[in-house]
């Protein structure tokens, strides 16, 4: 029960980080969940398609730029487009941000290779990144949040640090798998006899 009240309080105290006014950000007072506002100049040729799945389920990427705030290289999530807008850059009108910072996710051993060559990424791997772009970014990335309007596109995404709750879908998963095999093992002895 203490680790769970643990929890719900580094969730509360993350969405409150999210959720406060935007600090200004020079790239050095980096912190997890932290809302900042920036200024900075974004590589669109250096245009990186990380593939992604939007909140219905449709295939498409997240456009992923290397930004430069005060001579330090970063990487800006500036949303989700689909899979047939894929070659276009969709400039800023802007060089002021608001955004959230997230560390990057873990490698994951289950996910395909990146094809560098047509541009088709799965993860963000430092290597390929520096190979990609010939620089060195922080584990950090900058997910945009100074959304025009909900159909824009990019679709930016909603950072929260809200955890999924599936205990009733593997408690009933559990259970069935427990009467599948019990049943089973009646039938065999059943039949032995």
Same mark, same amino acid.
């Given at each position: 029960?203490? $680790? ?23 790239? +050095? ?18 245009? =990186? ?26 990487? =800006? ?45 799965? +993860? ?8 990609? +772009? ?9 997910? #945009?949040?100074? $959304? ?24 009933? +998963?559990?259970?069935?798998?427990? =009467?599948?095999?019990? #049943? ?10």
């Amino acid at each position: 029960m203490i $680790r769970l009240d643990w929890k719900l309080t580094l969730i509360k105290q993350i969405n409150q980080s999210i959720n406060s006014e935007p600090s200004d950000f020079d790239g +050095t007072n980096i912190i997890n969940f932290k809302n900042i506002k920036f200024d900075g100049k974004v590589d669109y040729e250096k245009q =990186i398609y990380l593939y992604s799945l939007n909140i219905k389920g449709a295939p498409g990427f997240d456009l992923i730029n290397p930004i430069e705030i005060n001579n330090k290289s970063f990487l =800006i999530n500036r949303g989700w487009v689909p899979k047939d807008q894929k070659g276009n850059k969709f400039p800023s009108k802007t060089n002021s941000f608001s955004a959230i910072l997230k560390e990057k996710s873990k490698f994951n051993y289950f996910k395909p290779d990146n094809d560098l060559v047509n541009n088709y990424w799965f +993860t963000l791997k430092d290597e390929d990144l520096n190979n990609f +772009t010939g620089k060195k970014f922080s584990k950090y990335i900058i997910y #945009l949040n100074n $959304r025009v309007n909900e159909q824009s596109i990019p679709l930016q995404k909603n950072i929260t640090a809200n955890i999924s709750n599936n205990h009733l879908k593997y408690a009933l +998963t559990w259970f069935s798998l427990a =009467i599948s095999i019990f #049943l089973i093992y009646l039938y065999f002895r059943k039949k032995n006899y």
